[in-house]
Each structure stands twice: as structure tokens, then as C-alpha cells.
């Protein structure tokens, strides 16, 4: 087996180590693959579908698919984009997601794809779930009308935390992140420092009191959009 | 349609060139008299209600987005309630001043946004001037140097909020206890390099208001003018406040009503009445109830009710203001411009003011205290006395909410004023553009947010129908 990986993106030459992922790979060559459900550093939950790209003329998961020598990706076709872009518009009606008053404006991943793919408005009617709030515990709280089941937070708290607070509970339209304490979060050692809070990509699992900290213009997608960082190495690299 | 007696209704329908729809009906008697007249708020919004179960620390974001013209005062009135429920109501120097900096860029873009761009065309080309060229575009025609100045005082104004705020409309400024940027070196010698003209335009703007209502004044005197109570917040030692103080309130006469009012007990002096026909609420002083409890709030009021206002220029204009009526309060509906501007003057003299303080440079931006469940906060919005009053429950929840916005405060007045004005310039049954044109300039003058979220520019149809007293349409007349 070599050392290096060969393969290409949109018919770029990517160059790759065994083991890596496609969005491992993307990532590190400075190509950006959308993703939301999968977060820096924990397991591929593979469920949100927005890094979905064609590996040899089929749809693969870029977050848990393995690179091989000679594989043809596409990554930013029509069809992908406009595949995408559906899933994003269906996570916003899903729940209730108002982000002129939302604390994680400016750094929300939900907020930021959107804007990156231009939806400035929503493309089907508002299903207006009825959500609950967890405000039980001091320091935390679970905002569930802006869940968007990605689970994060559930490998985070397992997998990083060692806590493993979190899990679903319901099926299909019912489905909801849940707690293991009957008293909700106050009945669990969730903390505010905890890595499952930090995974949260939406304004779904926050720390409380401290809203708005950050100054509009500082927020992490203020100033360039969202995988601006990662196509920056390719710039970089190729003197752009 | 509301009933109401017997008699003839003419409706104007929306009332335009002011923030928010509303419209007038005027009931006639069997004589042709106006019987009764009547601004009926035609919006609901339900913002109490729905901020009931949001976090603390959201409100002053959420509640802001009752208005597009001036969030920050919603935005600070919260903020102020909320440091309340933190126990940060001592703010640091850098929070105080870059808050009150945020507020004077407000009232100023505020204040110079309905001068110059909403009221100045009546002012300036008459009352009953073609509409056609008695907009912003016919003042920028034959008076270009006047209308930019407004333009950029507007500007200078949204720089400012956009700066501490960060951004012009809606930004996030103000946390809980404090703020959430100071201004930095290379903000403040923007703001700087232009302060000195903003202050000269501002200059300008009060003469230009100043000689309008003393080169009316005969007219004015009686243009929907009548004697009111007036009440603001003053500061500890009778300076004009508008970010923070006591309540006064004064009579028609200046008579005291009370004095020196913590805004945290401000439900043992103020109660509000519902009527049927408005979603606008009718505040009044509880001591003389609904009938004679009614005031004015906003610049009339503010000038009428401090002792003097803490800024040079401003305090002169303030003087030649209160000579007018020989230091008593001054009634006059269109005075309400006059004030306005001394108020622009005074928000540039504490900006330059401001810009030379480097406190506003410094680090220490937030403070937290003792926890409460209860929080008041009150402003003086540019429209006026702007109260917010919320309790929040131990998991931090809003429990209830009760804010009583500028514009409220102005209900009984605004009424008043159209029913002065319907009844001089009403002839017989005719429905006449003077007739209309007069009315919007009384409610106008009053630069009302009737939402206190939308905003009319002089677009919209404006309808009028005459009812009679069984509700049957009986004339109907529209302009464009």
C-alpha cells in the first residue's frame, strides 16, 4: 500500500494518506466540502447529508468515506448545490429558527451554509413545531426549537466529555435530543465548559448568561464566509 | 366600523409620513361640528406576550425589533432592565458612556430622520403645498444644502450606533451588565475629524426650526394646541437626561404633579387604560386619573420639564425656547420641531463631548451584582418616555412583560390635536385637501411610532370616507 493517495476533486489532482476521509482529504488539500452534522475532531455521524458528494458516479458521504487511489469526486456540481441547498432550506422550516434575535447569529454553521449558498429566504412554508427549552440547569440550556438533530452533542459528551448526556428519543418527526435524567439537564453534570456545548453548531445547546458577548463584526462568520478558512491553505498555497 | 353616536364619520386612511399605520375618523353631529375625533392604532403586535419564556439576556435584542427607526431605544430601555435582574445597574465608565454615546447617535439620526426627511416639506413649503413637491425630494430640489445637511446628520447619527452598537439597525451593543465593545482609537478619530461640522449643521437645524415657529407663531398658537401635563425623566439635579434619571411630571402652568420618581416605582404614579376602538393603550397619572392624568411626553415635554440642559449651545437655544412663554411650559403642538432640534444640538455637544473622554477607550466593560427577579428600565426615547418592566423566574425566563412605548404616552395628545385641528379647518360635509393635509402635519408633529416597527414614507394611498351614523358609506375620496 503507498504512503500517498491519489485521487481528484471536480478533476483537481488531491493527494491523500491512507485511512483519510474524502472531507479529511478535501480539507487538508484546501477544498471545501459543506458539512453540518460532522464536527471538528469527533466521529462521522453521517445523518445530515450536506457533505454529500459522487464518488465514481454515486452519492457517498464525504465525512465517512475513505479515500482510494483513482477515485473521481464531484463535489461542487448543479446537482450537489441544489441538493444542499434543499436540505438547508428543510432544516430551517423544521424547527424555528429566528436568527434576528438568536444569541449564535454571526456563528451559526446553519446560518452561515445558508448564507453561502445565497438563501436569503425560506423556499417552503414554516412547519412551526411546538419545541421545549430545557432551562433547568444553571449554567446550560437546551433550545430545542433550534435543534437540528445533527448529534454532536451526543459523540461530544460521549466521546470527549465522557459524560454521554445526551441521546434521541422519538422517531421521525418526533424526534428530539433528550437527556439520561428524568429532571432534564439539572439532573445530569453538563457544564458550560463541556465539549458537547462547544459542538453545538446552531443555538441549540448554549451557555447561559452570556449571550452576545461577542461584538457583531467579530462573530466567526462575520467577515468570510463559512469554509473560507480551508479554501485559504489552497489560496495560500498556490499564491492567489 | 366603530359605533359611535349619531352623525357623519369621515375616515383618513392611513395616515402617512409618519412610522407605522394608523388612521383618523372624525365623527360629525347632526350640525356639521366635529363630535368627536379619533387616531385609531389598526396594528397589534403582542410582543409582551411573546417574549414570556425567552432568556434574560435575549430581551434586549428581541424587544428592539419592535422598531426600524429607533432599536436602540428599545434595545437600551431593556438593557437597562435587564442589568437590573443581573445586578449590574452600576455600570462601568466604558459601559455607561458607550451606551449613552450609542443613544445620542440614536435621538440624533431619530429626531434629524423626521425633520428633515418626514416633516420639513410641510414646514418649509406650507401646509396645503402641492404634494408633488411637498416631499423630501421637493425640499432636496429647492433647498440642497438644507436637505443634505439632514441627510448627514442622519448619517453621522446611524456611524455612531453603528459603532457601538455593530450595526446601524438591530446590532447587540448592550449585555446584560454592561456592553459588549468600546471605541476604538481609529472609530473615535472618524467620528472626530467630522464632529465639529455636524455641530454647525445641528446649529442650523434649530434656526430653521426656531424661525419657522416664531414666523408662524399666531397660527401655531392655536394649530391643534392645547394645554397638557408634561412629564420626562430629569436628571438628579434638573438637567435634561435622556438615557437614565427620575421621573418629573408638571402641569400645563409648570406646577409640580411629582418629582424626582424612582423608575422602579413608577407603577404607583402611571396606570393605563384600555379603549375598544385603539390597540394603543391611554397611559395616565394615577394622582389625577384617566380624564385630566393624561400628558406629553418627547422633546416638547423633556424641554419643558428640565431646569436647564447641561450643554452650552443647547442651553441657550433652551432659554430663547423658554422665553416663548415666560419660562412657563410651552403648549404649542408645533413647538414640538423647535425642541426637537435643541435636542439634535445637545446629542452633538455630548457626542464631541464624548469623543474627547477616554473612558471609552477602556477595558472594563461589563458588571454583575446580586440577582433579582424583577426589572425596570426607562429611557427617553426620541419620541419619548419609554418604559420596560420585566420578571424572570429562577431557570432565567421571562415571566412577564409590560412596556409602555413613547408613542403611547402621546395618545390622549395626538387626539387632542387632530380634534383641534378637525374642527377649525372642517367645512360643511366636503372632505378638502387642506382638511387632511392639516390633520397628518398635527399627528406629525408628534413624530409618532404607531407600530413602532413599520415605516410609511408618503407612498401610500390615503382614503377617506364618510360614514353616517349607521355605518353606510356615504362619500369616498383617495389621493396617492
Known sequence: MSETITFTIDGVEVQGAPGQTILEAADAAGVYIPRLCKGEGLAPRTSCRVCTVMVNGRPQTACSYPISDGMVVENETEELMTFRKNIIDMLFIEGNHYCMFCEASGRCELQALAYRFGINAPKYPFMYPKRELDTSHPDVYIERNRCILCGRCVNASRDEDGKGIFEFIGRGSEKKIAVDSSRGLSGTDAAAADKAVEACPVGSLLPKHRGYDIPVGRRAYDAAPIGSDIERHRKERNNE | ?480
Open chain 2, 1 to 480: 366600523m366603530p359605533s359611535a353616536g349619531h352623525g357623519k364619520r369621515i375616515v383618513i386612511d392611513p395616515v402617512t409620513r409618519v412610522e407605522g399605520h394608523g388612521k383618523v375618523s372624525l365623527l360629525l353631529d347632526d350640525e356639521n361640528n366635529v363630535q368627536q375625533a379619533r387616531l385609531h392604532i389598526v396594528e397589534f403586535r403582542g410582543f409582551e406576550r411573546f417574549i414570556q419564556g425567552r432568556l434574560y439576556w435575549e430581551v434586549p435584542v428581541l424587544t428592539q425589533r419592535l422598531c426600524g427607526i429607533c432599536p436602540v431605544s428599545h434595545h437600551l430601555a431593556a438593557a437597562k432592565a435587564i442589568d437590573r435582574i443581573v445586578g449590574g445597574e452600576d455600570l462601568t465608565p466604558t459601559a455607561e458612556k458607550m451606551r449613552r454615546l450609542m443613544h445620542y447617535g440614536q435621538v440624533m439620526q431619530s429626531h434629524a430622520l423626521h425633520f428633515f426627511h418626514l416633516s420639513s416639506p410641510d414646514l418649509l413649503f406650507g401646509f396645503d403645498a402641492d404634494p408633488a413637491t411637498r416631499n423630501i425630494v421637493g425640499v432636496a430640489k429647492k433647498f440642497p444644502e438644507l436637505a443634505l445637511q439632514g441627510i448627514k446628520l442622519r448619517k453621522y447619527g446611524q456611524e455612531i450606533i453603528k459603532a457601538t452598537a455593530g450595526k446601524k439597525i438591530h446590532g447587540t451593543g448592550a449585555v446584560p451588565g454592561g456592553i459588549n465593545k468600546n471605541l476604538s482609537i481609529e472609530e473615535r478619530d472618524i467620528f472626530r475629524a467630522e464632529i465639529d461640522e455636524v455641530l454647525s449643521w445641528a446649529a442650523n437645524a434649530v434656526q430653521v426650526a426656531k424661525n419657522y415657529t416664531l414666523d408662524n407663531l399666531e397660527m401655531l398658537k392655536s394649530f391643534g394646541s392645547f394645554d397638557s401635563n408634561h412629564l420626562s425623566l430629569i436628571r438628579e439635579d434638573g438637567a435634561l437626561d435622556l438615557y437614565d434619571g427620575k421621573l418629573r411630571a408638571i402641569d400645563a402652568e409648570g406646577n409640580s404633579i411629582f418629582d424626582r420618581v424612582d423608575c422602579r416605582d413608577y407603577l404607583d404614579y402611571i396606570a393605563e387604560e384600555v379603549r375598544d376602538w385603539s390597540y394603543m393603550k391611554f397611559p395616565f397619572i394615577k394622582s389625577l386619573g384617566p380624564a385630566d392624568g393624561w400628558y406629553r411626553v418627547g422633546p416638547l415635554a423633556r424641554i419643558n420639564t428640565c431646569d436647564f440642559i447641561d450643554t452650552a449651545e443647547a442651553e441657550r437655544e433652551r432659554r430663547t425656547f423658554m422665553e416663548l412663554t415666560g419660562g412657563k411650559p410651552n403648549n404649542i403642538t408645533m413647538a414640538y420641531h423647535w425642541a426637537r432640534m435643541i435636542e439634535v444640538l445637545h446629542c452633538a455637544e455630548k457626542i464631541r463631548h464624548l469623543l474627547h473622554d477616554s473612558d471609552l477607550q477602556g477595558d472594563d466593560l461589563v458588571t454583575r451584582g446580586e440577582r433579582r427577579r424583577v426589572g425596570i428600565g426607562l429611557l427617553e426615547a426620541p419620541r419619548g418616555t419609554l418604559f420596560h418592566h420585566y420578571e424572570v423566574d429562577e431557570h432565567d425566563q421571562v415571566v412577564k412583560a409590560n412596556l409602555i412605548v413613547s408613542t403611547t404616552n402621546n395618545n390622549i395628545p395626538m387626539n387632542r390635536a387632530v380634534q383641534g385641528v378637525a374642527k377649525d379647518y372642517l367645512s360643511g360635509h366636503e372632505i378638502t385637501e387642506a382638511l387632511l393635509n392639516n390633520i397628518e402635519v398635527a399627528i406629525r408633529a408628534y413624530d409618532p411610532c404607531l407600530s413602532c416597527a413599520t415605516h410609511a414614507l408618503g407612498k401610500m394611498p390615503l382614503t377617506v370616507e364618510l360614514y353616517d351614523a349607521e355605518g353606510e358609506l356615504l362619500a369616498r375620496r383617495e389621493k396617492s
